[in-house]
Every structure is written in structure tokens, then in C-alpha cells.
């Protein structure tokens, strides 16, 4: 049987003749099933997308509540509303959430939704998993709500360090909940980076080299390779912990020859480049919106693309910075720094090839790219305060006071809630098919802007006055009563920013404009499929010439015929080049990932209170996977060619 | 709507396809990264710990047994020929031989399990003892765990290599699976010398 079969090249320029029957068949075979068994069966990495990006987005409203309350609690001195112990947990939760059940599924969630459209393709590579991995999440989201719920929420911080949260000073459940928590989201992000990188390296459409592919795929491929490589360390890290806890081992225990730091080293060679994970893909955002509101390529492609790989990189050499208080070696502090200093470089890069676009373009100054314009300006702010923690006298001074906790709220949302929410009214009208409103939209942003440097920019002036971080409450001799109460009433603005995007996609989703395809005459191919996109994506794969192929073909893009249309059939090309390469089968809509998900769920949660957790989760997870992988034989054809060979 | 103009066709493009060509193929080795790292962070913790101790092993701990520990790591490395020979029958579509060659290494991969649960023995201390025998536990566990999963999987995949259901593209999945073998016990030996060996001479 010859392997390499090469595109035939059909009559130039001819229009498809039944292009009407082939969208009839693609209608039948890729329909989504009808009915709740349907909805818990979709495969499709919309409905999947659409699902990660509303959960991911419940979880930012409830970190977002549990930081009001803190705001309350911390407006004035030797305040009342909330004890320490609960004061514990909020912090705990606000931080997990944000981190493990916000941040990462979020970027996770778009990627998912907008890859597979922006490469050309019908799917993500492996449907199922994809499904089995939002399943993950959500459980372990509602596993540490519930669990909260019945005031057993963790309380040790979302870096759990020990010998706090070991067994001799967090007897009880509340540590493990956290344990079990991040162990179900790193499964999920783990199941996304294979998803992501597998669907960007085979399942381009014809002609989209490496070369050619959009700047937020290069986000999204760099992110899943640190995610690969950077999850399975807390995963470990998390796993000894609950194994500390449940069966007596000694991963951290001192006084039998375990050891504290190396819990620190663990968490951190995870922690540092999750910081990276969380923005690069907002770097994507950014240069997609940049692209289509300056209506010029961004400046400087190569340049862009080897940051975001050299981002990728040194964000690994970056781990000790946040142990410069632990007593390491001076040689050891001194590298770590260059390190954190150096990472500085490429980000500078690409904030100077951002400024040449928006320099020689010119700008609409519409929602997204007011977001986009908000990151910059924040994200500066987070970066030179970055700067400024790298070196070691300075740390040393600042550590562990509301100094960092400005820092990474300056980058994170700076860096990465902005460009997200630049990213939700960029893309809502391909997901939804209407517009999001632009006046409710300024008011938006502009709240969000002024509300988070009143909240943030006055911590830094806390944490030089002496202010720890974690602390319920403060004495007004202090003379930080002032400052808290500003940041509280910039709280309330971000609260209202939120409540205002609430109102604005509410009101949208019902009445906003009706978007067409292309509302922003924007680039890349996720603009040529219908908003929002039907199942299969689109009725033929199109071939690629450009980097801008909907800048280069407006009207009418080139395309491969040739899929079998009466099953559900993706093309698959090669890594480099995007040539075709083989045709691949892609299975149907199916209940086994949740139920796998379940059964996983069992697995981790039972752990939490027996050993034996391992063997009856292991059995139900085996089952799962039997009935998952077992083939339905529905496709004829390939069996009688079995049979013919053999 | 931006409309299409056809420039291609590949109705004639192959629908299995082995290796790197594969999506699947590239799936797996997204796994073995994952699992690679998580036995990397094993061996790591597991030089950590190390220098928090004057002995390796602590002092009343006896050194592990090397018998069946070492038969172990000699059987998955010959495993390796059986499965290269599942691998190769695969990518010519040689159902029969994909079929024998299966079910000699599911026999094996029982076998490795059995062998497995007596290297704990082999160790000589618990895991709750010190941190040695945690960490120790640790890496013996880790590896464990792959093989447990892949020898369930191989009882299905050659389960499934007798069913009237099976597909050409099953065949590819065999040739993954070789893939995901070679890795499982190819990675051990470096972990035997650690487990086993090193307790030896450090």
C-alpha cells in the first residue's frame, strides 16, 4: 500500500459544483445529538470551548467575590466582618481559584475554541480527551467549592507550603482538598497542551507552514510545551504532599530526612513559568487584536515569535526567585537574578514591535484595542517592579508584604485579565454572532482601568510601609488604614467594571447587532467560517498562501475537496510545510470522557480519605477507558480493507 | 461569507498512517513527556533527599536486594524485541503477527507486574520508615503505575485485535502502543541503577 499520496491538483479555480450537497452532508454527519444525553456527549471543541470559558469565567466571579470580601474586611482597621480563620480560607481560595481554576482553563478555553478555526480545521486532534478534560476540571472546581462550603476549604495559601500545611501543624481535610484541587486541573491542562500542540503540528490547512501560522498559535503552541513540562512538577509536588498526609511518607518531613525546601523547589519550577503560561497567551491576544485595529501585519514577525519561545525558556530559570529568603547560596541568588532580568528582553521586543505596528497603522480605538492599550500601560508597571524584586536586597526587604502582591496583580491582570477581556469582545461576535455593545464596552474598560490602580497601585506604597501580606487585619497605630480603604473603594470600581461586562454581554446576547463573518475585516480564518461557526467548521479546508490569507482573499479563499463527507473525516499535514498528508477519522459524539471523568473523580476523592481510594478508582477508571476505546466498527469500509489485507 | 474555490483534491490521500505522520503518534509522545517528567522529578527528589543523610542507606536500613530487580530489567529490555516485532508487522499490515507478537508481550507485561510487586519486597524498607525508603517507594511506585496502566491497556488492545470490529487504523494504534513500550521499559534502567544499584556506592 503506497503512504504518500500527494494532493491531486483538481481544474484551477474551479467553483466547487455541489458545494449546497456537500454542506447538506456535513449538516447530517457532524449534527450535534439532540437532547441532555447529546449535550453531555458533544465532542466538539465550540460546545466543549463555549463550556471551559463560562465555567472558567463562574470561577473568576467567585475569586472575585472572595477578594471583595478580603477588600471589606480590610478597609479599616481592627475590622470585625470576617476571623482570621475564615480570613485564612478566602485568601487560600482566592489565590487557588484565580490560579488553578481561572487563569490557566481560561486560556486553555479560548485556545481550544479558536485554534482549531484559526488553523483551518474541524476539530481539536483527540475530541474525546478534550471532553474528558473539561469533565476534570469542573469537578475539581465543584470539588473545592463544596468542600468550602462545609468549612473545609484550604487554608494555607495557594502555594501550600510546608511544614504548614504538612500533617503535624493542617491535621484535617482542608490541605488535602487543596492537593486533590490541583491534581484534577493539572490533569486538564495537561490533557489541553497534548490537545493543543498535536492539533497546531497536524491539522493546519494545506500551505499554513510554520511560517505563515497566526502569532496567537505561536501563543498558544509555546504555552502548551511549558505546560507539558511545567504541570507534571506540582502534579508530582502535590502527590507527595497528600502522600505525606494520608500514608506517613517523609517527603517533607525533616526530622526523618525529608526536607521543606524541596517542596519550595517543586512548587516553584511549576509556580514561575505558570506566571508565563497565563501570558503568553495573552501576548497572542494582543497581537491578533493589534493586527486587525492598526489594519497592518505586526511588526516584525520573526522577532515576535523567537520572544515568545525565548519567554518559554528562560520562564524555567526562574524558579529560585521566589526563594531568595530561604538561605540559598549567594552564586545561586546572583544567577537567578540575572535570570529575572533577563527575562525583561524579550518582553521588551515585542512591546516595541506592538508600538512600530500601532505607529505605522492606523488605529480604531474600539473596545478590544482599548484593553490591549490598558495592558500596556499596567503591564509596564508590573514589569518594572519585576525588575526591581529580582535583586536579592531588594526582595529581602520587600518579601511577603502588599509590595508583591501589587507586583503580580499589576502582572497578572495587567498582563493577562486585560488582554482576555480585549479578546472577549474581539472574538464575541464569532462565538455568539452579535456584537457586544461599545459604549457599555468604554465603561467597562475605563472603570476596570481606573478601578484596578486604585486598588493596586496604593499596595505598593503598603508593602514599603511594612504592611505582610495574609494578615486579617492591622492596628491603627499602624497608619495603614488610608491606603486600605483607597484600595477597598477600587474594589468596588473593579466590581462594578464587571457587573457592567455582565450586563453588557446580557443585553448583547439578546439584542446586540448582528455580527456577519467578518465584523472587524479582521486576518486570520477563524473570520471565513459563519458566526457562529457551524459544526464542521467549515465546508471545504482552505489552502493558505499568506500570513494574512483573509487580507489576501476577501472574497473567495482556495480550497481542498476530497474529505468523505457521509462520516466525520479531518485532513491531516505535515509538521512543517502544512502539506496533506492523510486522511483522518474522527470519532462521534460520546458519553464514555464523562463518564472517565467520573471515575477519576472517584479516584482522587476517595484518596483524599482511604488508601484503597487508589484501587477502586483504578478499577472504575479502567472500565471507563474499555468502554471509551472500544470500537463501535460503524465504518464499513475500513474493515473490509482490514479484511482484504489480511 | 467568504466563499471557496476549489484548488485540490485528496480523495486519494491514505487513511492510516504510521509514525510521525500519525496524530496519535504525536499524542503519545506528548505523554511520555508528561510521565517522563514526572520519573525525572522522582530521580530528582531522590538526589535531594540524598545529601540530607551521612549513609545511603541510613544507618539499621539494609541495602536492597538485587536479584529480582535485576532479572526485571533484563526482561523489559529484551521485551523490546517482541514488540519491535509488533511494531514492524504493524506498518505492513500483518494482522496475524501483530496478533501473536500482542499476546506474547501482554504475557510479559503480567509477567514484569508480578516481578514488580516482589521488587517492594526487594527494597528492604518501608516507606514510612525515613525519607530514604519514601523516596525510594516513591520512584518504584511511579514506574509501577505506567505499567500497571500499560499492561491493562494491553489486555484490551489485544482484546480488541480479535474483534470482529476492528479497523485498518487499529493497526496504528499497535505501532503507538511499540511506541509507548520502548519508552516504559527503556526508562527503567536508569531508574534500576538509581533504586537498586546506587545505594551500592554512594
Known amino acids: ?646 | 461569507m467568504t466563499g471557496f474555490r476549489i484548488v485540490a483534491n485528496v480523495t486519494e490521500l491514505p487513511t492510516t498512517t504510521f509514525g510521525h505522520r500519525s496524530p496519535m503518534w504525536w499524542g503519545t509522545i506528548g505523554f511520555i513527556v508528561i510521565e517522563g517528567s514526572t520519573l525525572f522529578i522522582c530521580a530528582i527528589s531522590y538526589f535531594y533527599l540524598r545529601r540530607n543523610f551521612l549513609n545511603w542507606p541510613p544507618e539499621g536500613v539494609f541495602r536492597p536486594a538485587l536479584t529480582v530487580a535485576t532479572v526485571q530489567a533484563a526482561l523489559m529490555v529484551l521485551s523490546n524485541i517482541p514488540m519491535a516485532m509488533v511494531d514492524r508487522a504493524a506498518r505492513r499490515l500483518d494482522l496475524r503477527a501483530v496478533r501473536v507478537g500482542m499476546v506474547v508481550c501482554t504475557l510479559l507485561a503480567l509477567v514484569m507486574c508480578v516481578l514488580r510487586a516482589l521488587e517492594f519486597e526487594a527494597l528492604n524498607v518501608r516507606w514510612d520508615s525515613n525519607a530514604y525508603g519514601t523516596v525510594a517507594w516513591a520512584v518504584l511506585t511511579a514506574h509501577a503505575t505506567l505499567l500497571l496502566l500499560e499492561t491493562l491497556e494491553s489486555l484490551v488492545f489485544t482484546a480488541l485485535l480479535f474483534s470482529p470490529n476492528l479497523e485498518q487504523r487499529d493497526l496504528a494504534g499497535a505501532s503507538d502502543n511499540a511506541l509507548y513500550w520502548y519508552f516504559l521499559t527503556l526508562v527503567w534502567i536508569p531508574l534500576y541503577a538509581i533504586v537498586f544499584l546506587s545505594p551500592y556506592v554512594m
Not at chain 1, 31 to 38: C, V
Not at chain 1, 51 to 66: D, H, K
Not at chain 1, 183 to 190: H, P, Q
Open chain 1, 1 to 646: 500500500m503506497s503512504l504518500t499520496v500527494p494532493a491531486v491538483p483538481h481544474e484551477p479555480g474551479r467553483a466547487p459544483e455541489s458545494a449546497a450537497e456537500v454542506v447538506g452532508r456535513l449538516e447530517d454527519t457532524w449534527r450535534a445529538r439532540p437532547g441532555l444525553r447529546g449535550w453531555l456527549s458533544s465532542v466538539d471543541h465550540k460546545s466543549i470551548g463555549k463550556r471551559y470559558i463560562i465555567t472558567a469565567f463562574v470561577f473568576f466571579l467567585l475569586g472575585g467575590i472572595e477578594a471583595a470580601v478580603m477588600r471589606a474586611q480590610l478597609a479599616r482597621p481592627e475590622n470585625g466582618l470576617i476571623g482570621p480563620d475564615a480570613y485564612n480560607q478566602i485568601f487560600t481560595m482566592h489565590g487557588t481559584t484565580m490560579m488553578f481554576l481561572f487563569a490557566v482553563p481560561v486560556m486553555d478555553a479560548v485556545g481550544l475554541y479558536l485554534v482549531p478555526l484559526m488553523i483551518g480545521g474541524r476539530n481539536v486532534a483527540f475530541p474525546r480527551l478534550n471532553a474528558y478534560g473539561y469533565w476534570v476540571y469542573l469537578f475539581g472546581g465543584a470539588f473545592l467549592y463544596v468542600m468550602f462550603f462545609l468549612n473545609t476549604g484550604p487554608d494555607t495559601g495557594w502555594f501550600s507550603y510546608v511544614p504548614l500545611a504538612g500533617p503535624e501543624f493542617s491535621p484535617g481535610k482542608r490541605v488535602d482538598v487543596w492537593a486533590q484541587t490541583v491534581t484534577f486541573t493539572e490533569i486538564s491542562a495537561l490533557v489541553a497542551s497534548v490537545e493543543l500542540i498535536v492539533t497546531i503540528f497536524k491539522t493546519r490547512a494545506p500551505g499554513m507552514t510554520l511560517n505563515r501560522m497566526p502569532l496567537y498559535v505561536w501563543s498558544m503552541l509555546v504555552q502548551s510545551f511549558m505546560v507539558l513540562f511545567a504541570m507534571p512538577w506540582v502534579a508530582s509536588a502535590s502527590m507527595f504532599l497528600a502522600m505525606d498526609r494520608l500514608v506517613g511518607t517523609h517527603f517533607f518531613n525533616p526530622a526523618e530526612g525529608g526536607d521543606a525546601l524541596l517542596w519550595q523547589h517543586l512548587f516553584w519550577f511549576f509556580g514561575h513559568p505558570e506566571v508565563y503560561i497565563i501570558f503568553v497567551p495573552a501576548l497572542g491576544f494582543v497581537s491578533s487584536i493589534v493586527a486587525t485595529f492598526t489594519r497592518r501585519p505586526v511588526f516584525g514577525y520573526p522577532a515576535m515569535v523567537l520572544s515568545m519561545v525565548a519567554t518559554g525558556f528562560l520562564a524555567f530559570g526562574l524558579w529560585v526567585h521566589h526563594m531568595f529568603v530561604t538561605g540559598i547560596p549567594q552564586l545561586g541568588a546572583s544567577f537567578f537574578t540575572a535570570a529575572s532580568m533577563m527575562i525583561a528582553i524579550p518582553s521588551g521586543v515585542q512591546i516595541f514591535c506592538w508600538i512600530a505596528t500601532i505607529w505605522s497603522g492606523r488605529p480604531r480605538f474600539a473596545v478590544p484595542f482599548l484593553f490591549v492599550l490598558g495592558f500596556v500601560a499596567l503591564f509596564l508597571i508590573g514589569g518594572f517592579t519585576g525588575v526591581m524584586i529580582a535583586s536579592v536586597p531588594f526582595d529581602t526587604q520587600v518579601h511577603d508584604t502588599f509590595f508583591i502582591v501589587a507586583h503580580f496583580h499589576y502582572v497578572l491582570i495587567g498582563g493577562a485579565v486585560f488582554p482576555l477581556f480585549g479578546a472577549f469582545y474581539y472574538w464575541f461576535p464569532k462565538v455568539t454572532g452579535r456584537m457586544l455593545d461599545e459604549r457599555l464596552g468604554r465603561w467597562n474598560f475605563w472603570l476596570f482601568f481606573i478601578g484596578m490602580n486604585v486598588t493596586f497601585f496604593p499596595m505598593h506604597e503598603l508593602g514599603l510601609l511594612g504592611m505582610p501580606r495574609r494578615v486579617y487585619t492591622y492596628l491603627p497605630e499602624t497608619g495603614w488604614g488610608g491606603l486600605n480603604l483607597l484600595a477597598s473603594i477600587g474594589a468596588v470600581t473593579i466590581a462594578v467594571s464587571v457587573v457592567v461586562f455582565l450586563v453588557n454581554v446580557a443585553r448583547s446576547l439578546r439584542v446586540g447587532e448582528a455580527a456577519g463573518a467578518n465584523p472587524w475585516g479582521a486576518d486570520t480564518l477563524e473570520w471565513a467560517a459563519t458566526s457562529p461557526p457551524r459544526p464542521y467548521n467549515f465546508a471545504f479546508t482552505p489552502v493558505v498562501e499568506s500570513r494574512e490569507p483573509m487580507w489576501q482573499h476577501p472574497a473567495e479563499l482556495p480550497a481542498v475537496e476530497g474529505l468523505r463527507t457521509d462520516v466525520r473525516e479531518v485532513l491531516v499535514t505535515t509538521l512543517l510545510d502544512a502539506e496533506p498528508d492523510s486522511r483522518h477519522r474522527h470519532p462521534e459524539p460520546t458519553i464514555w470522557p464523562l463518564i472517565a471523568a467520573i471515575a477519576t473523580a472517584v479516584l482522587f476523592i476517595t484518596l483524599i480519605f482511604t488508601p484503597w481510594g487508589a484501587v477502586i478508582g483504578t478499577v472504575l477508571l479502567f472500565l471507563a477507558f474499555v468502554g471509551w476505546a472500544w470500537p463501535r466498527g460503524k465504518d464499513h469500509q475500513e474493515q473490509l480493507m482490514i479484511e482484504a489485507e489480511s
